[in-house]
C-alpha cells in the first residue's frame, strides 16, 4: 500500500507493539524510556501535536476531552530537553475546509490532486484565536513549533511531510542536524496528526512511540482502530505516560 492510498482509505495503522528494534537490537519501551537518561537526553525528543484551541471543547473541531492531554504533556515536557511543537496553521478558504466546496458539508469527503481528501470545519486559520496553543500548554523550553497546512491547496495531518508526501515541513531536517534519534508523540489526535506525525518518523529514520494516554482521538468511522493498526505496522511503539515518568 502506498503511503498516499493509505491517507485515501483512512487506515492509518496502530499499535499494541511491545517491542521496537534499535540498532538491530530488540527493546521493550521501558528500556527505550531509559535511552532518554543514558544518551543525556540529547538524542531524545518530545513532539506535541496541535494542542490548539480549536482541538480542544469549545473549538471548531473539538476532540472530545482534549483538554485532558494538556497537564499530563506539560509534566512529560520536563523530562525532556528537546521539545517540538506542531501547530495546524491554515490559510482562509483552504483546500481542507467544508465550506469551501458548495453542498458539501464537514466529514464528506472530496477528490485532490494528492488523493481523498477529509473536509474538515474551518479550524485553526492563521491570526485567529482558534490557532493559538491552548493557554495551559506550558513548554517554555520548547525549542521550534513548526506550523503547518498553510500551504492552500494541500491538508497536512503530518509534522513531517504535507498530504502529497512530497512536500516537507523542515521538521525531519531540523531533528537529524540535531543528532535526535528518538521521538515520543503525544497531543491531537490519535488518530490523524500524532498518528501521521509517529508514522511519517519512522520513515524518516526516527525510532518513535506515541504515548497513548497523552493524546485523544476524534474516532471518525473506526479510524481510531485502524490509526493503531496502521502505527504497530509501521513500527511505531504504543506507551503510557508512567513508562517515562517513573
Not at 519512522?202 to 474516532?219: C, M, N
Request: aromatic share 8%; with cysteine.
Amino acid at each position: 500500500m502506498s503511503d498516499i492510498s493509505r491517507r485515501d482509505s483512512l487506515r492509518v495503522l496502530a499499535g499494541g507493539a511491545a517491542l521496537m528494534s534499535l540498532g538491530g537490537v530488540a527493546m521493550s519501551p521501558k528500556l527505550m524510556a531509559q535511552t532518554i537518561d543514558s544518551d543525556g537526553n540529547e538524542k531524545s525528543a518530545l513532539i506535541v501535536v496541535d494542542v490548539q484551541n480549536d482541538f480542544v471543547p469549545g473549538g471548531s473541531l473539538a476532540v472530545k476531552d482534549g483538554n485532558e492531554v494538556v497537564p499530563l504533556i506539560n509534566k512529560l515536557s520536563k523530562r525532556f530537553k528537546n521539545v517540538v511543537i506542531t501547530q495546524d496553521w491554515h490559510n482562509p478558504g483552504h483546500a481542507s475546509f467544508a465550506s469551501s466546496y458548495p453542498g458539501k458539508k464537514p466529514f464528506e469527503t472530496t477528490e485532490l490532486y494528492y488523493g481523498t481528501q477529509v473536509l474538515w470545519p474551518d479550524h485553526c486559520i492563521q491570526g485567529t484565536k482558534g490557532a493559538e496553543l491552548v493557554e495551559g500548554l506550558d513548554i517554555p523550553h520548547a525549542q521550534l513549533i513548526i506550523r503547518k497546512g498553510f500551504h492552500p491547496k494541500i491538508d497536512s495531518y503530518s509534522g513531517f511531510f504535507e498530504a502529497d508526501q512530497k512536500t516537507p515541513t523542515g521538521l525531519q531536517s531540523y531533528l537529524k542536524e540535531r543528532g535526535i534519534t528518538t521521538l515520543y508523540v503525544v497531543g491531537l489526535a490519535t488518530d490523524f496528526c500524532v498518528a501521521w506525525t509517529a508514522m511519517d518518523g519512522v520513515k524518516s529514520g526516527f525510532t518513535v512511540s506515541v504515548i497513548e494516554d497523552a493524546a485523544r482521538a476524534i474516532d471518525l468511522n473506526g479510524s481510531l482502530d485502524a490509526a493503531w493498526k496502521a502505527m504497530d505496522e509501521k513500527g511505531v511503539a504504543r506507551i503510557q505516560s508512567a513508562t517515562i515518568l517513573t
